[in-house]
């Protein structure tokens, strides 16, 4: 049972960690102290559901409609592509240092929106979750100890990120910090677009 678990864990955890553009954006919001928890859970929630839903056999029916991860590739580029364009942009403009009375903040309803984009517009997420996952753990022992593992993984993962980020906002949050950190996240949020064009993948 507890090998299930550890296989779970280990699998999942290094197909979650190469998500670039989830982990990007988590992130982001987790240095600018914005909602990054809510951002954070959001993507545990989700990885939970998917790893249950394609160990209950979701995957057999995404087989069946190849168009449906297509058609999610291309909305993916293009979404991705505008993350891209909005940080070069505050990159070019700087922004002054965070305060907690920052007047242009994050709402909860657009974190809300991103997040979930950035993890459903992911046809890799549906690959992984929906046919690796529930591949490798037909072959374990205890199928719903996998599932644990695998879930453990996630919440681990994002948790690290929010609590990482929230706790290096005072070192990041100096202007020409924030010009650094919107040109990486523009050049990482363009690569993986361009990767995905060319791949159909957002894994790298």
Known sequence: ????????????????????????????????????????????VSDITLFALGMFGVSAALMAMPEALEILRWLGVAFLGWLAVQAFVRAGK??????????????????????????LLNPQVYLDTLLLIPAVGAQQQNATTFV??????????????AWSGSAMAPILSRPMAWRIIDGAIGVMMATIAIHLAANGSLQG
């Open 1 to 44: 049972m507890f090998e299930s678990y550890l296989t779970g864990l280990i699998v999942c955890g290094g197909l979650i960690i190469a998500i670039g553009a989830q982990n990007a954006y988590v992130l982001s919001q987790a240095i600018r102290r914005e909602h990054h928890w809510l951002a954070a859970g959001l993507c545990m």
């Open 94 to 119: 700087g922004r002054g240092a965070l305060e907690v009375g920052e007047a242009k903040r994050s709402s909860l309803k657009g974190v809300l929106f991103t997040t979930l984009a950035v993890t």
């Open 148 to 161: 644990a593992g695998a879930s453990s993984a996630s919440v681990m993962w994002f948790g690290l990120l």
